[in-house]
């Protein structure tokens, strides 16, 4: 195996903060340059189709993991962690606990849902939505419907 002299990174934009430090620490124990490039998962697995070159991907969604590994653009992939479920809201809403199953289906608000790790057309995606429909009654077509897929990066 060739000893490499640098190392080409593509990381979604939620890894900004942490990747510094994972660079000084990788690079800690080697002499290799780190570069990087960030960007939505989404964009960068574009990248990566188009033939960008690149020598580890992480992303955001194994989604795009999965797609390039079966389009034979990575030799593995494994799971490194799992975002959490994290709901945000404009502070003049003022939504407390009890609120925030009615507020979600309130066919006068919209739903953000960030596409890392959470783009409705994944399996977690719908998970979340087959609960909230479960627990609201309202219909699983209806609350896609009012979704607004926000790109991650």
Known sequence: ????????????G????LM????QLFQGRRD?????????????R???ESGAPFDVFL???LTHADALREAGLLQRSDVLGFNAMVLLYQSELRIS???VLSRLIDPTLSVGMSTTGLDP??????????KISQASGVGTDHLIDKIRMITGG
């Open 121 to 130: 057309s994944n399996a977690a995606g719908i998970e979340i939505i087959d």
């Open 20 to 23: 510094p430090r994972l660079i």
């Open 14 to 17: 939620s890894m900004t903060h």
């Open 46 to 48: 574009a990248q990566i």
């Open 59 to 61: 992303s955001a969604s």
């Open 32 to 44: 290799i340059a780190v570069h990087t490039t960030y960007g939505p998962s989404g964009s960068l």
């Open 1 to 12: 195996m060739t000893e490499m002299s640098e190392v080409r990174v593509f990381a979604p």
């Open 97 to 99: 606990p009890d609120e």
